[in-house]
């Protein structure tokens, strides 16, 4: 799961379709937890090394990934009917020294140190990349008619740096935030910027300090590659990026319509800065290792009974990958294992397609289990599935993601990010209750969740997806559910304490039979969707569904 720090999805009518117990065969079986242990020791031993995207730990456990589901009789749905689908990836890293920036002003150079006062990562459509602009100062760099913004209105900014504040306004609600905040350079490449310059702001400062981000400096990046082997996701034309510290910003702003100062203090005040001309120019440049190397999701498809519904899929997903190695040298440990994070989530999804392949009767739909790679890198299996999906992107009706279920206590009620923006919300709140298990709302919304797991890149392509995750209630009253994961946030997560002994000695026993129950219901939710004619549809005041699926309804 990809959370880069912790602090502390919108509706009208539903569409009604038939009951459940009206269209699905009887169902007597239930998850087995043992068979849930059996996976996630095997998927978070040491023997596996934290699971590193490219890693061999990594393909090992894609390997064990697919037998299991070949062994349950399911089809392989990969490449070339395989059970793979091999991801084509760059890693790139920054070459020490190798970031410059310069200000050109009054016939004057000053050039920024590296990393006190600008940072800056390795790119990703060439190894050397260096640029000469004028600078445009951009306020917040957003554009959105929903919420009257256009922050490039008046400004030309073709063949420019564009300056812009880190964050967002604060009116904002905090998916449409997540959603804006993400397409930032989108809407500047769009635009004809060459470069961009992101200003940390004082609210940065005081939510994460800029020294934080210093702690991953040496960080990789990495991308998918199309069939040109070029990138993926980026943009060519930005030739340059930095973060800027905000101190060291203010040397930008000489002789400007209005200082970084009464800038900040317009911020202060929830005022949105207009953008204007700035009077310097900015050099940039930087030199990156690029290397190559693959790394496999893994598809299998159990077929419907359906002769025309059998060519729609609900898609189960979870993600094998982890954070491999840690460089902590305080501890002798240094295996991420990622236990709850998403060995886990895996477990639960192949117990989840065992209980399929056992079905007398088939659901009507096909249902197929999607494992991606590559989510710690930024949702890249996902990202190159939805991109390059084995079959019709159309055919995609829902999609139920597992990742990070956090199973260290009886969890008495469920968090279905997404639920209040498709219809798919009452499928789990129905599939929940037959459980006796509550569906809560999102208890921290100001974390935008919703866009931060694989099953927001099938969203993008307008598939109705939910996240489930454990909530935060509990069955026994001397464990608080929401103590409990919060601890385990704050302590474990991505850290080579989340295994299993570590947990086990801190929480007591991983409790595998909540896993089956989360299973159940899984599995409940995907043969309601598979069984019901009219498939998952966006709700009519969702704004995915203005941004994202106002086709597929139309389609559908």
Same mark, same amino acid.
Request: aromatic share 12%; glycine share 10%.
């Given at each position: 799961m990809r959370l880069p720090f912790f602090s502390g999805v919108l509706l009208l009518s539903f569409l009604t379709g038939c009951a459940l117990t009206e269209v699905q065969p009887k169902v007597t079986a239930a998850a087995n937890p043992a068979l849930i242990e059996g996976h996630l020791r095997f998927l978070a031993d040491d023997a596996l090394e934290g699971r590193d995207t490219g890693s061999r730990g990594h393909e090992i456990a894609s390997l064990y990934i697919a037998t299991?589901?070949?062994?349950?009789? *399911?089809? /392989?749905?990969?490449?070339?009917?395989?059970?793979?689908?091999?991801?084509?990836?760059?890693?790139?890293?920054?070459?020490? &020294? =190798?970031?410059?920036?310069?200000?050109?002003?009054?016939?004057?150079?000053?050039?920024? @140190?590296?990393?006190?006062?600008?940072?800056?990562?390795? $790119?990703?459509?060439?190894?050397?990349?260096?640029? #000469?602009?004028?600078?445009?100062?951009? %306020?917040?760099?957003?554009?959105?008619?929903?919420?009257?913004?256009?922050?490039?209105?008046?400004?030309?900014?073709? %063949?420019?740096?564009?300056?812009?504040?880190?964050?967002?306004? $604060?009116?904002?609600?905090?998916?449409? +935030? =997540?959603?804006?905040?993400?397409?930032?350079?989108? *809407?500047?490449?769009?635009?004809?910027?060459?470069?961009?310059?992101?200003?940390? #702001?004082? !609210?940065q400062e005081a939510f994460r300090p800029y020294a934080n981000s210093l702690l991953y400096l040496n960080t990789p990046s990495m991308t998918w590659l199309d069939k040109e082997q !070029?990138? /993926?996701?980026?943009?060519? %034309?930005?030739?340059?990026?930095?973060?800027?510290?905000?101190?060291?910003?203010?040397?930008?702003?000489?002789?400007?319509?209005?200082?970084?100062?009464?800038?900040?203090?317009?911020?202060?005040?929830?005022?949105?800065? #207009?953008?204007?001309?700035?009077?310097?120019?900015?050099?940039?440049?930087s030199r990156s290792q690029h290397d190559s190397l693959s790394s496999p999701n893994v598809i299998a498809v159990l077929p419907g009974a359906d002769p025309v519904l059998k060519h729609e899929y609900v898609v189960i997903t979870a993600h094998s990958d982890h954070i491999g190695l840690s460089n902590d040298l305080r501890t002798s440990d240094n295996i991420n294992n990622g236990a709850m994070d998403n060995a886990a989530g895996v477990a639960l999804l192949l117990e989840t397609a065992r209980l399929f392949a056992g079905l007398e009767q088939r659901p009507k739909r096909s249902i197929m289990f999607l494992v991606v790679t590559g989510e710690e890198k930024g949702l890249l299996g996902a990202d190159y599935f939805a991109r390059n999906p084995t079959r019709p992107i159309e055919s995609l009706v829902a999609n139920v993601n597992l990742d990070m279920p956090v199973l260290l206590y009886p969890f008495a009620d469920l968090i279905a990010f997404g639920a209040n923006h498709s219809t798919l919300g009452e499928v789990v709140a129905r599939a929940a209750g037959k459980h006796g298990i509550a569906l809560s709302p999102d208890p921290m919304p100001e974390q935008a969740i919703f866009t931060? @797991?694989?099953?927001?890149?099938?969203?993008?392509?307008?598939?109705?997806?939910?996240? *489930?995750?454990?909530?935060? !209630?509990?069955?026994?009253?001397?464990?608080?559910?929401?103590?409990?994961?919060? @601890?385990?946030?704050?302590?474990?997560?991505?850290?080579?304490?989340?295994?299993?002994?570590?947990?086990?000695?801190?929480?007591?026993?991983?409790?595998?039979?909540?896993?089956?129950?989360? $299973?159940?219901? &899984?599995?409940?939710? =995907?043969?309601?969707?598979?069984? #019901?004619?009219?498939?998952?549809?966006?709700?009519?005041?969702?704004?995915?569904?203005?941004?994202? /699926?106002?086709?597929? &309804?139309? !389609? +559908?």
């Open positions: 299991q589901l070949q062994a349950l009789g *399911l089809e /392989g749905a990969g490449d070339d009917g395989s059970f793979y689908q091999r991801v084509p990836l760059r890693k790139a890293r920054l070459l020490p &020294n =190798a970031a410059k920036l310069s200000l050109h002003h009054n016939g004057k150079i000053s050039e920024l @140190s590296y990393p006190q006062q600008f940072f800056s990562g390795p $790119t990703m459509w060439a190894s050397e990349q260096a640029v #000469t602009a004028p600078l445009v100062f951009v %306020g917040y760099g957003l554009v959105s008619s929903e919420f009257n913004l256009d922050d490039y209105a008046g400004l030309e900014v073709a %063949g420019k740096i564009v300056v812009m504040l880190a964050g967002l306004p $604060t009116f904002l609600p905090s998916e449409e +935030r =997540a959603y804006l905040g993400s397409i930032k350079t989108e *809407l500047a490449a769009e635009r004809g910027a060459v470069g961009i310059l992101t200003v940390h #702001t004082p !609210q !070029q990138p /993926g996701r980026g943009f060519a %034309g930005l030739q340059g990026g930095a973060y800027l510290h905000h101190e060291a910003a203010a040397q930008f702003f000489v002789d400007a319509p209005s200082s970084l100062a009464d800038i900040f203090a317009q911020l202060e005040r929830d005022e949105i800065p #207009t953008g204007f001309a700035l009077k310097q120019q900015a050099s940039l440049s931060r @797991s694989d099953h927001y890149r099938l969203v993008q392509q307008g598939v109705p997806a939910v996240f *489930l995750m454990t909530g935060f !209630q509990s069955k026994d009253p001397a464990q608080d559910g929401g103590k409990i994961w919060g @601890s385990f946030f704050a302590k474990h997560y991505h850290k080579p304490s989340d295994d299993i002994a570590s947990l086990e000695k801190e929480y007591g026993p991983i409790r595998y039979d909540a896993g089956a129950v989360f $299973t159940d219901i &899984n599995f409940q939710i =995907a043969l309601d969707v598979a069984n #019901t004619p009219q498939r998952p549809l966006w709700k009519a005041d969702s704004f995915f569904q203005k941004v994202f /699926g106002k086709d597929y &309804n139309s !389609q +559908r």
